[in-house]
């Protein structure tokens, strides 16, 4: 079987995702992955999905267009390739806080320092603090290849981050899932 990624993008509203998940099952698509957000009033999704023998790829374009065409919604669909990026292999989970007054170049900063290392981005979330106007969290959850100088990690990050005037943690995401983990009452 052949995977897809698609990715969409447009004006949230009920029953978007429903309307792609069963257009997908009702061709015999499996969705393997999925990660979906919003961000203010707009909707993001990216899936990975296998299609089943004998479903062309214009014949599930086509079939996405019209199953969208209710919703301002665009995508973009493609073939799957693994391994498209020469990932090191053996790497290790951790977590860079951010937090600070927001301004423009942090993300664009930080991530600099991250490819400088090799390092690998896997989820990034920055949200506006809600108890303090104009300030800002933003946290990366990264692939920290074993290879990397952990203490010259570290340093070259927090140095980034104080010249962008931010306070940076970097945490393994063991012990910030650790400290982090709500509790029952």
């Given at each position: 079987m052949r995977k897809i990624v698609v990715s969409f993008l447009g004006r949230d509203c009920?029953?978007?995702?429903?309307?792609v998940a069963d257009?997908?099952?009702?061709l015999d698509?499996?969705?393997e992955e999925i990660t979906q957000t919003i961000l203010q009033t707009e909707f993001a999704m990216i899936l990975i999905a296998t299609l089943p023998d004998g479903l062309e790829m214009a014949e599930l374009d086509k079939r996405l267009a019209a199953g969208l065409e209710k919703y301002d919604m665009s995508y973009?669909?493609?073939?799957?390739?693994?391994?498209?990026?020469?990932?090191?292999?053996?790497?290790?989970?951790?977590?860079?806080?951010?937090?600070?007054?927001d301004r423009r170049g942090i993300i664009a900063g930080i991530s600099g320092v991250l490819a400088r290392f090799g390092v690998n981005i896997e989820n990034l979330k920055a949200v506006p603090r809600e108890d303090a106007a104009g300030m800002v969290v933003i946290g990366f959850e990264i692939?920290?290849?074993?290879?990397?100088?952990?203490?010259?990690?570290?340093r070259?990050?927090?140095?980034?981050?104080?010249?962008?005037?931010m306070d940076a943690t970097l945490q393994h995401?063991?012990?910030f899932e650790a400290m982090h983990r709500v509790q029952p009452l």
């Open positions: 009920p029953g978007v995702l429903h309307s257009l997908l099952c009702g698509c499996n969705i973009t669909l493609r073939e799957f390739g693994e391994d498209a990026c020469a990932v090191p292999r053996t790497t290790q989970p951790f977590v860079v806080t951010l937090n600070g007054q692939a920290l290849p074993d290879a990397v100088d952990l203490p010259v990690f570290r070259t990050l927090k140095e980034e981050a104080a010249r962008l005037g995401r063991d012990i």
